[in-house]
């Protein structure tokens, strides 16, 4: 066995093959837990490098174990890859994607270096063997094979394999490193370009352990893998506050009775956190630590973070900090199990709370704990003002399914930027933060952004039933505070739709009106609350049943304003805009922007491509039903396809519902179709989208919304 420090273009330079047996586990990194905090690190140390380019920084990537292989090529060195696929896998990923992108923007010479990484030459590559330097034998192969050899510009949603990790992680680093680069024609694409393939190249580091084909492998494994419950991030920090208070001369067994919150069954659950669970208490503390170093601190982290904020960077010794964090922790306590709550209403924090559990979300619970910190001062009226706005600022980014991957920075930065503010200040430097955010990754949407887009959302189908419960639920709050009622209790009742899904029956209309009937079913102005949940037959039967059985049974404001506007006509699609956009003005006034503010990004191209359809383009009037899609590829020169009036693709009589669908239907491969197909001008429809998203309006000097 042989230890060697190495980079990536160490590792991976010569012609070989670092094959994944067959009973290593499949790839499971995710994006909250591995992929966010390893392209913070890498986008970390690039930049560093940028702003110091003497300073060499690295990243520590941790350690691999590689068996070298009985059988080998003539040409190719084979590796067994016994312990670390899963970051092997990530950073071949994450190479590959940063190629597509330097290759598809100009950038040949960079994506050149890159693709060293990722494939062997063809010269050392036997006939009708794969190119790839990562091969997997177990049940990630397809997906690793077909993303990792498409040709850029790569179109992960129209992928066999799109639903894979593999694929989403492909994409997931393909979004972050072009949100990154920016522009291609900004002054310093270039300059990010050159300086991320070198940090890609030899600012990693790894090491390598290195084993004889004859050694046993088993052996190194276990003893990497220790058996046994892993110490959770609260675990070490326990210890660690305890050795200090007792260096300190303190009473630690008082301390441990009185002031050390986290040993009750609450601190102990686990929660859910992406796809992960944690302990409560580990998630607290994370999240306490943000709040008081204003950096964001992966979950890994947790505990050397803590650990270096109390012995570099904190004032205050363990006997005062202890106290502190008792303090905060039973704040927290509350807002949790007050959220939990079916009945009575809610704080602004309370509220902020539930509505994170239900958005699937815990990305401003730093914020409410440094608003909230004893001493700081902020006053109630200035914390409800900074709930509102950065509520405003996650759900309106919810609301057109953005990513929420660089949010938690930006909590972090807020919390950084304002740390010695005066408190009577806060509340409009958040305001002016949040709304200075101008890419894709992070902006505040505006209001118009989000009328076009919910407009012909089908919200039913594209929202997770607990966020659109909370949705309606906020509208419904907003009602009854007019009138001086309390809030809607909290108990999960049903989403109903008021034309029902299955309406063919017992709501006909004429043939040439189904397709536009069907269009409005799940959108957001067809669905209400309802107190319990009606029978089907009356759910689905006709209106004047349906109206009478919502009559009787109805204490939700929602739902009433419905049965008075039809006391005199049948629910039909008119009326189903019209309340789609009465309930959308409604969450505009739920969660404000400053007057003035509209969202522009300065990465429109980037942005587009996160929720435009074909049918949002239509309705903006840049293509119409009818109109001819050419194919592009030199392949396919005269082939056509048809737009349809609901913004699907017919393609020799059969329906396709994205563009890069139709695309893989004429190519049997893999294809984005925002670059495939042009219009009749001859710009693709990547260009149609960008215009489209260019077409908001701009910004104009901002003000702040009223309280």
Request: proline content about 4%; overall charge negative; some cysteine.
């Amino acid at each position: 066995m042989e230890t060697f420090k190495r980079t990536p273009l160490q590792l991976f330079n010569l012609p070989q093959h670092f094959v994944i047996p067959l009973f290593q586990r499949p790839y499971v990194w995710r994006e909250e837990e591995q992929w966010a905090p390893l392209w913070s690190d890498i986008r970390r140390v690039t930049e560093l490098r940028i702003a110091e380019p003497r300073s060499g920084a690295t990243h520590f990537l941790g350690a691999v174990v590689l068996q070298s292989h009985d059988a080998q090529s003539r040409r190719l060195t084979t590796w067994n890859v016994i312990d670390g696929q899963q970051r092997l896998t990530t950073l071949q990923i994450l190479a590959d994607a940063a190629c597509a992108l330097l290759a598809e923007n100009g950038q040949a010479r960079l994506a050149g270096q890159l693709e060293r990484l990722t494939h062997n030459d063809e010269i050392y590559v036997e006939e009708g063997d794969s190119r790839l330097k990562v091969r997997h034998l177990n049940k990630d192969r397809a997906a690793f094979d077909e993303v990792m050899i498409a040709e850029p510009p790569v179109d992960h949603a129209g992928m066999v394999h799109s639903d894979s990790q593999i694929v989403r992680a492909h994409a997931y680093f393909s979004t972050v490193v072009e949100q990154w680069l920016g522009a291609v024609d900004s002054e310093d694409y270039e300059a990010k370009a050159k300086e991320l393939t070198t940090v890609l190249l030899d600012g990693l580091q790894l090491v390598s352990i290195e084993l004889e084909a004859s050694e046993n492998s088993q052996e190194i494994f276990e003893t990497l893998n220790a058996r046994g419950t892993p110490l959770t991030a609260a675990d070490l920090v326990r210890n660690f506050v305890f050795q200090r208070l007792d260096a300190e001369g303190a009473d630690t067994a008082k301390a441990y009775r009185e002031d050390w919150p986290f040993e009750t069954k609450f601190w102990m659950k686990e929660v859910s956190v992406g796809r992960s669970l944690v302990s409560r208490s580990s998630l607290f503390l994370n999240q306490w630590l943000v709040a008081r170093t204003g950096e964001e601190v992966s979950p890994q982290a947790t505990f050397n973070r803590f650990k270096s904020y109390v012995e570099l960077e904190s004032s205050q010794s363990m006997g005062q900090l202890l106290p502190i964090i008792k303090t905060q922790a039973q704040q927290y306590e509350s807002w949790t199990e007050s959220a939990a709550r079916p009945g009575g209403s809610l704080t602004s924090t309370e509220m902020a709370v539930y509505r994170m559990q239900a958005a699937g979300v815990e990305v401003l619970k730093p914020l409410l704990i440094w608003a909230h910190e004893p001493g700081r001062g902020i006053t109630p009226d200035s914390v409800d003002r900074i709930i509102n706005v950065a509520e405003s600022w996650m759900i309106r980014r919810q609301l057109l399914r953005l990513s929420g991957s660089d949010l938690g920075r930006i909590v972090a930065d807020l919390i950084a930027a304002n740390a010695k503010a005066s408190a009577s200040d806060i509340a409009e430097r958040v305001t002016g933060h949040l709304a200075r955010l101008n890419v894709t990754s992070t902006y505040w949407p505006g209001d118009d952004e989000l009328r076009q887009t919910l407009a012909i959302e089908a919200a039913y189908t594209r929202f997770p039933r607990g966020r659109l419960r909370m949705l309606l639920e906020a509208a419904e709050d907003y009602y009854r505070a007019e009138t001086g009622q309390p809030q809607i209790e909290r108990k999960g009742y049903p989403v109903e739709h008021l034309l029902p899904r299955s309406w063919k029956d017992t709501w006909p209309v004429d043939p040439d009106d189904v397709e536009a009937r069907q269009a409005h079913v799940h959108r957001l102005g067809n669905l209400t609350l309802l107190t319990r949940s009606l029978n089907s037959k009356v759910s689905n039967g006709p209106w004047s049943l349906k109206r009478s059985a919502l009559q009787d049974h109805n204490t939700i404001t929602l739902t009433g304003r419905v049965i008075k506007r039809t006391e005199h006509e049948a629910w039909d699609e008119e009326l189903i805009d019209e309340r789609t956009a009465e309930l959308i003005e409604t969450l505009l006034r739920v969660w404000p922007v400053p007057e003035g503010h509209h969202g522009k990004v300065v990465d429109p191209q980037t942005k587009a491509g996160d929720w435009v359809e074909l049918k949002h383009l239509i309705e903006a009037g840049l293509l119409r039903a009818g109109d001819s899609l050419v194919a592009t590829h030199r392949d396919y020169k005269g082939r056509e396809a048809t737009i349809t009036a609901d913004g699907a693709i017919l393609l020799d009589g059969k329906l396709y519902k994205s563009p890069s669908a139709a695309g893989i239907a004429l190519r049997k491969r893999s294809t984005n179709g925002w670059y495939f197909w042009a219009i009749a001008d001859g710009r693709r429809l990547r260009d149609v989208r960008t215009d489209f998203q260019n077409s908001m309006p701009a910004d104009e000097d901002l003000e702040l919304p009223k309280p």
